[in-house]
């Protein structure tokens, strides 16, 4: 059993910043790549940013504004988000590509989602 918990969101204004926690915990052998993605009412969920190895990727409508860190030691990935705007008002998911102990092969871990909300 994996267990991933999201941890960080909040109300901010326009402009602010707000850093967003994920840890995963269980039966983990490994973790293969950690990441956000969002989804608003009626949208499909969509990448906010992932962390691969050494590899990121972010989303075209936060790249330069938003950070993806892990530490991989403690099984957490970080996102830093700064300038942020009324758009990106959402609950994020943090997902985690987890190899189980006994396992082989990764499988999708998801969050239950952490608000945030951008308004003036």
């Known amino acids: 059993q994996v267990h991933v918990v999201e941890s960080g969101g909040g109300s901010v204004q326009p402009g602010g910043s707000l850093r967003l926690s994920c840890a995963a915990s269980g039966s983990i052998r490994s973790i293969h790549a950690m990441g956000w993605y969002r989804q608003a009412p009626g949208n499909q969920r969509e990448l906010v940013a992932l962390?691969?190895?050494?590899?990121?990727n972010y989303g075209d409508s936060v790249r330069g504004r938003f950070t993806i860190s892990r530490d991989v030691a403690k099984n957490t990935v970080y996102l830093q988000m700064n300038m942020l705007k009324p758009e990106d008002t959402n609950v994020y998911y943090c997902k985690g590509a987890v190899v189980t102990s006994g396992g082989w092969h990764p499988a999708d871990y998801w969050g239950q989602g952490t608000q945030v909300t951008v308004s003036s």
């Open positions: 962390a691969r190895g050494d590899i990121t």
